[in-house]
């Protein structure tokens, strides 16, 4: 029987027949909530926050990492970063207006010791704005080059949460 026919507990979905438009939707959809108010502030960049530990954004050819804020009371923070070895290290400070307000906690994935070990680090976001690599998935520091995907959102206000 074709996916689109297979019925579970007595439901049968519904096929998408124009895909486009379904997308379309869907990008409307969450736009609403997540649309941004500003542009990215790039770490690093002129009159933004530097990196600190030796971090630095992995390569031209991935995400630089950045922050802004969204319509819907929260910040993003995203992109791929590099070679801050050291645990429990500053990457960055965000500024005022980009803070939560409690301590925030997210998991990020990663690789260690030249790529050859996938990884999964936590970082922390304060409420002085400080955005710190916590620790690797196995509890001791990587040698060799290092990287993080940051993709990380967090509500200004303290309430709620992704």
Do not use: C, K
Not at 23 to 52: C, K, M, N, S, Y
Not at 103 to 117: D, I, K, S, W, Y
Not at 150 to 159: Q, Y
């Amino acid at each position: 029987m074709p996916r689109n026919e297979m019925q579970f507990q007595g439901y049968t979905p519904h096929p998408v027949r124009d895909w486009e438009a379904w997308f379309q939707e869907a990008q409307r959809l969450a736009g609403a909530l997540g649309e941004p108010i500003e542009d990215w502030h790039f770490v690093g960049d002129t009159g933004e926050p530097a990196f600190q530990n030796s971090w630095t954004n992995l390569n031209s050819d991935n995400h630089r990492l950045g922050f802004r804020r969204n319509r819907d009371g929260t910040v993003w923070v995203y992109g791929t970063i590099a070679d801050g070895s050291a645990m429990d290290s500053l990457i960055f400070t965000l500024p005022e207006g980009y803070r939560p307000a409690s301590q925030f906690l997210a998991e990020t994935p990663g690789a260690r010791n030249n790529n050859v070990q996938q990884t999964y680090s936590r970082i922390d976001i304060t409420t002085s704005g400080t955005v710190t690599h916590r620790a690797w998935s196995s509890g001791t520091a990587p040698t060799g080059t290092n990287w993080l995907a940051i993709d990380i959102v967090f509500p200004l206000d303290g309430e709620g949460g992704p």
